[in-house]
């Protein structure tokens, strides 16, 4: 007997869309070495091209390990689908490069306060400020995913 195969929508699944907030594989190479393994941290997609995507990287630690200099607190890291009981912190204020395969999951979106947050931090290019901000919109009008 065969089996019908019913492809069914998976909502932890990513969508690789600008936007999205994702648990990334991630590797901090500058604090723990040559040795250091992949982490599963949250990032925040910022545009996608060639398999590639721009991402800002998040983190709970207020200050970087290597310098000391303190990072920026994220408004509201529950609305985005983080622990609201757990300050989220930007990673750096410039965008990091990863590798399509190393998204693991969907977590949530951006709303339009962590876009504003993250242009004035981030000093997003004008295209990838609409991007977010159209996600951003969509993903308040509907509790389901942008597409």
């Known amino acids: 007997m065969l089996k019908q195969y019913v492809p069914r929508r998976d909502d932890s699944a990513p969508l690789h869309r600008p936007g999205e907030v994702v648990?990334?594989?991630l590797g901090n190479y500058l604090e723990a070495g040559r040795r250091c393994s992949r982490k599963d941290r949250p990032a925040i997609i910022?545009?996608?091209c060639d398999g590639q995507h721009f991402i800002a990287g998040l983190t709970t630690r207020p200050h970087?390990?290597?310098t000391g200099a303190p990072?920026?607190?994220?408004?509201d890291p529950g609305i985005i689908g983080l622990n609201p009981a757990r300050p989220s912190y930007l990673w750096s204020s410039r965008p990091s490069r990863?590798?399509?395969l190393d998204v693991r999951r969907h977590v949530g979106w951006i709303d339009l306060e962590t876009v504003e947050f993250?242009?004035?931090r981030m000093h997003l290019s004008p295209r990838v400020y609409t991007d977010l901000l159209r996600a951003a919109v969509i993903a308040r009008q509907s509790p389901r995913s942008p597409r």
């Open 118 to 120: 993250l242009s004035r």
């Open 23 to 25: 648990i990334v594989g």
């Open 64 to 66: 970087c390990l290597t």
């Open 98 to 100: 990863i590798c399509r």
């Open 46 to 48: 910022l545009g996608v």
């Open 71 to 75: 990072r920026h607190e994220l408004p």
